[in-house]
């Protein structure tokens, strides 16, 4: 996955449904084909909330802002990366293509 840039993003695909735990720590996502189920835990949800709702660089900033102690710092930035191609990976997201 390449990474995103300004006006990039991404999308929830189809064929799945989201059950998060009431105190959001984790949260079930049911595929329907192939039948699966998957565990999300905290850091993951975030992710999935961040990159499907918010512009990649927007996405990056929020994630960092919300997790990390030094949000200047390169961890959380990395950490977001991974999530978001793991995401990519489980067919849960999909990057939007943006008008030029």
Same mark, same amino acid.
């Given at each position: 996955?390449?990474?995103?840039?300004?006006?990039?993003?991404?999308?929830?695909?189809?064929?799945?449904t989201?059950?998060?735990?009431?105190?959001? #720590?984790? %949260?079930?996502?049911?595929? $329907?084909?192939?039948?699966?189920v &998957?565990?999300?835990? @905290? /850091?993951?949800?975030?992710?999935?909330?961040?990159?499907?709702?918010?512009?990649?660089?927007?996405?990056?900033?929020?994630?960092?802002?919300?997790?990390?102690?030094?949000?200047?710092s #390169?961890? %959380?930035?990395?950490?977001? $990366?991974?999530l978001?191609?793991? &995401?990519e990976?489980? @067919? /849960?997201?999909?990057?939007?293509e943006?008008?030029?």
């Amino acid at each position: 996955m390449a990474e995103q840039g300004s006006g990039g993003a991404y999308t929830r695909t189809p064929g799945w449904t989201l059950s998060p735990y009431d105190d959001l #720590s984790h %949260a079930f996502v049911f595929v $329907r084909e192939p039948i699966t189920v &998957l565990v999300l835990d @905290r /850091l993951t949800l975030l992710a999935l909330e961040l990159c499907t709702g918010h512009s990649w660089d927007t996405a990056v900033e929020r994630f960092a802002e919300i997790t990390a102690r030094d949000p200047e710092s #390169s961890q %959380a930035r990395t950490k977001f $990366r991974q999530l978001a191609r793991e &995401l990519e990976r489980q @067919r /849960l997201i999909a990057r939007t293509e943006v008008a030029a």
